[in-house]
């Protein structure tokens, strides 16, 4: 698990630290702001490769302090400069383990573009692998693109981590991946065999443990009104002669390429959770090992293509997917939502305890990002949390109705109000409001008063 993240002039402000619960960690905040970001650090420091773009300070370089006069800026590394330098920290810990974790570290070396170990961290590479807990982790990006890192394939050295972690584009995770490899027959080794391939074999074997475990987590990431349930595999183009797995829906078969985005994202993550448990399982077992204890799942924006029936299930059908293929794991998930849907969904699961919501918000006099952790508190209703401190809003409407009910607040307590400015306001409300809008009661009484009839 990560337990603490630091960030030291890198990123959306110049100093971010986190503190993370072991369990639900959520992020929200408007756009650009950082929540991304953070997920792609969060991977970096669990298998220190980047999912996408690595991570850089402001403008390439250390944000220098105010109080800094120009003339001593100097160009050489920060460290060798005496000038501290950005960096990235961070503290580890195994589940199964009551010592105070594993910090680990690394700076920004400008001559190099890259994010290199401190220089008085001896033997860094060789050693810290040795100390760092067994994990297996499964990062859901925003552009359909995945990436798994299990430590069990890395051999024992940190430098071998980028060897171990899988990065898949949006078609591998479907079609498969093969590298070149001289080392083994024909010159290449498959990766990963890709969700139509896997599905499909999974199936046809007898009592397959995979495919029992898909049908479960298939069921758990559904729709409250459309379940996804394997059907036979079937030829879908005569120029295309695999096998394509198929879902029996209320309309009719449905072969999984042409199934809507938002069932796609759920058979991908579904797929993922499965063949990455069932693989480290595999290892466990050839190197000797138990399975890990630790599984963490970042996914960014889990709203992604869904509908709102599905926004409201998804991240408590997560938790539920992960304990079915690994019951015996503990897993902490780190997501990144704008939904409020996503944020109601967890009112009878959420426990301070075990989750945290952490709000990103912008502080535009000091051009900084700032985040909090949000004292969690059931909202009731989605509009209430469009108008919680979480999101900002001020009415739970489109902007025309915030801005025609701003102009009748602010006359309703003035009796000098001509009465064409009051039936230019009437018109605006009702071009806005629905009929049933709770506000038309205390509006309309003031709108009598003008000669202005329903």
Known sequence: MIRQLTLKDVGPARDLKFSFSPRLNVLTGDNGLGKTFVLDVLWWVLTTTWAGEKAFPPFG????????????????????????????????????????GLSVSWLWKHSSQEWVAPPDATSYDELEADFRPPTLV???RIDGSY?????YYATGRVSSFAAAAIRLTPAEVWDGQETRDGSVSGGKRTVIGGLIADWVSWQQRARSPEFQALRKVLHALSSPDEPLVPSEPARVHLRDRRDIPTLATSYGVVPVTLASAGMRRALSLAYLLVWAWAEHEKAAKASRRKPTRDVV???????????????????????????????????????ATHSPLVLASLEP???PALDTLFAFDLMPRAHRVKVEKVAWRARGDVSNWLTSDVFD???????????????????????????????????ELHAALGDTDPFWARWLSYARTKGIEP
């Open 61 to 100: 370089g250390a944000v220098e302090p105010e109080d800094r006069d120009p003339a001593d800026r100097v160009e050489e590394d920060p460290w060798l400069a005496g000038i501290d330098a950005p960096s990235i920290e961070a503290t580890l810990e195994a589940r199964d383990e009551e010592d105070a």
């Open 138 to 140: 499964l990062y859901a």
């Open 147 to 151: 990436a798994v890192f299990d430590s």
């Open 297 to 335: 799942l970042i996914i960014d924006e889990p709203e992604l293509h869904q509908h709102p029936a599905w926004q409201r299930a998804i991240l408590p059908a997560v938790l539920k997917a992960i304990g079915m293929v690994a019951p015996n794991a503990g897993v902490q998930v780190f997501t």
């Open 349 to 351: 699961h959420f426990d």
């Open 393 to 427: 809003l001020g009415y739970a409407r489109s902007r025309e109705a915030e801005k025609a009910l701003e102009k009748a607040f602010k006359v309703l307590d003035r009796p000098d109000l001509s009465d064409d400015e009051a039936r230019k306001i009437h018109r």
